[in-house]
């Protein structure tokens, strides 16, 4: 185990850390197994087909640790290994032990509590500096606590990121009690950050801090020189409009944008804004970005009478209602080591997904698309890239991008 660097004593920013961009090396990626009954539908068991999906593709590049609760554990056994897997005494995970060419044995399964399944925003966040990762540990809670939380009770969940560092043994940095979430942040790993107003200003996260000391606050945990403060998010995402939702770095200097042509769509002037902002901004580097739009699906994406029937709600957990607009983006995909693991939505949207899939084959040549059916993610109000964090290796370990 790791010492904890307390605030107070040091910054990863004066230690010389920052914080990559998720398009370099990972060493990792951590996924939380779903069970909560008023985030995953029917007993969670579509949303555990598509989380296995999201495993299987990241699997095939990079290691993967499953944490899941004494409820799920069971289920993630099975679905994940097939009966084919054995305790590890020495990790304290389950792994593998059938034939060693398949993905499952770049899966470490582990037993760990939270209150729900969201890892890139209860997981640590990551920094580097040459040839070592340290975890920085943000204050969570429930998107907007008392005044907007999702849900009543998330102290397991703001437990989960020093658990991970202990028992992973990284060194860890305790940003507490200043309040963060992993999807509100994308880095450019050269010194520029992408926030949305919307969200780093809400009342519910650090309101006796100004935009000015927030921004101070980012810079010394993240390593970061600028931060573009794009003014919105995807409408009606219930995170306040995290920016990973709505917007995500490629490379240095260019990024995509959710977009839509339709003027009608409530999305539209939301994005708008944003592109206006993008194009007066330069990164740290002085650059001016190369924006690309990514258009979100043609049809809203709303929730079924069917299911809103396998929901179970508990007292103090925001709840959902027939024909709920869901915020459905394509941005919303995580890079793995060799490829774009990215949500689509299907039935009506399958020429939505298509054209989604076209364009990020264009954005990103080297890089196979691995397109998973993810509305079973989505109606439980996120999609791939919330239900993924990645563990960086050091830039050191290979110099190259993309492009």
């Given amino acids: 185990m790791k010492e904890m660097l307390k605030e107070g004593k040091t910054y990863p920013s004066e230690d010389g850390y920052y914080m990559p961009g998720e398009f370099e090396p990972h060493q990792g990626c951590i996924i939380i197994w779903p069970e909560r009954p008023g985030s995953w539908i029917y007993g969670a068991k579509p949303a555990r087909e598509a989380f296995c999906n999201v495993i299987a593709a990241i699997a095939a590049s990079e290691r993967v640790y499953v944490a899941a609760g004494k409820d799920g554990l069971e289920s993630a056994r099975a679905m994940l290994f097939g009966g084919e897997d054995g305790y590890d005494e020495a990790r304290d995970c389950y792994v593998f032990c059938g034939r060693m060419d398949g993905w499952q044995h770049r899966v470490e399964l582990f037993f760990a509590e939270t209150d729900d399944a969201w890892a890139r925003d209860i997981a640590p966040t990551f920094v580097i500096k040459e040839g070592e990762v340290r975890a920085i540990n943000w204050e969570f809670n429930a998107w907007g606590g008392a005044v907007d939380g999702l849900y009543a009770s998330w102290e397991r969940d703001n437990a989960f990121a020093p658990f991970f560092a202990e028992k992973y043994g990284f060194a860890r940095y305790d940003a507490s009690p200043f309040v963060l979430e992993g999807g509100s942040v994308h880095s450019d790993g050269e010194g520029t950050l992408l926030v949305t107003e919307a969200c780093l200003l809400s009342k519910g996260r650090n309101p006796t801090l100004s935009k000015e000391q ?59 804004e944003c592109l206006h902002y993008l194009e007066s901004e330069t990164d740290a580097k002085g650059r001016k970005l190369i924006v690309h739009k990514l258009p979100i699906p043609d049809v809203p994406v709303c929730v079924t009478e069917d299911e809103l029937a396998g929901y179970e709600f508990e ?43 076209a364009l990020m084959e264009k954005l990103c040549p080297k890089r196979s698309i691995l397109p998973i059916p993810a509305r079973a993610i989505l109606v439980g109000g996120g999609n791939i890239h919330c239900i993924t964090q990645q563990i960086p290796k050091s830039r050191m370990k290979r110099g190259c991008y993309d492009r």
């Fill in 214 to 272: 927030i921004e101070e606050r980012l810079k010394r945990y993240l390593g970061a020189k600028k931060v573009l403060w794009l003014p919105r998010g995807i409408w009606q995402d219930e995170t306040n409009e995290h920016v990973d939702n709505v917007c995500a770095f490629l490379r240095p200097g260019e990024v995509v944008l959710a977009w839509t042509d339709n003027e009608a769509d409530p999305q539209y002037p939301l994005s708008l």
């Fill in 315 to 357: 007292e103090g957990e925001d709840a959902r209602e027939v024909g709920e607009r869901l915020a459905a983006s394509y941005v919303n995909f995580y890079f793995s080591n060799d490829a774009v693991v990215m949500p689509v939505f299907g039935g009506e949207n399958e020429a939505s997904d298509r054209r989604a899939i």
